[in-house]
């Protein structure tokens, strides 16, 4: 066939029930879309990278200061159902 030096080929394979899949031409550096990588913008990357709490414009040093307020009644309750 004309212009097969520009397509691969993905062999048949045998599926869990017993059935065949056919081979698959595809062209030469094709990536499937569950294998390509996922766009992220330089605000997700940001986000991604800073420390959980960490509001923009507070000081770092108030992040350590923080107090964790006690547990309420309920609260306790429920974590001893769980």
Excluded: H, W
Excluded at 4 to 31: A, N, Q
Excluded at 34 to 55: A, I, L, M, N, Y
């Amino acid at each position: 066939m004309p212009g097969d030096d520009d397509c691969d080929v993905i062999p048949g394979s045998r599926r869990p029930d017993g059935t065949l899949r056919k081979e698959i031409r595809v062209r030469k550096g094709y990536v499937p879309p569950e294998q390509q990588q996922r766009f992220e913008t330089k605000g997700t990357r940001f986000r991604d990278s800073q420390v959980p709490g960490f509001v923009p414009g507070m000081d770092p040093a108030d992040l350590a200061g923080a107090k964790v307020a006690p547990k309420s009644k309920n609260t306790r309750r429920n974590e001893n159902r769980r």
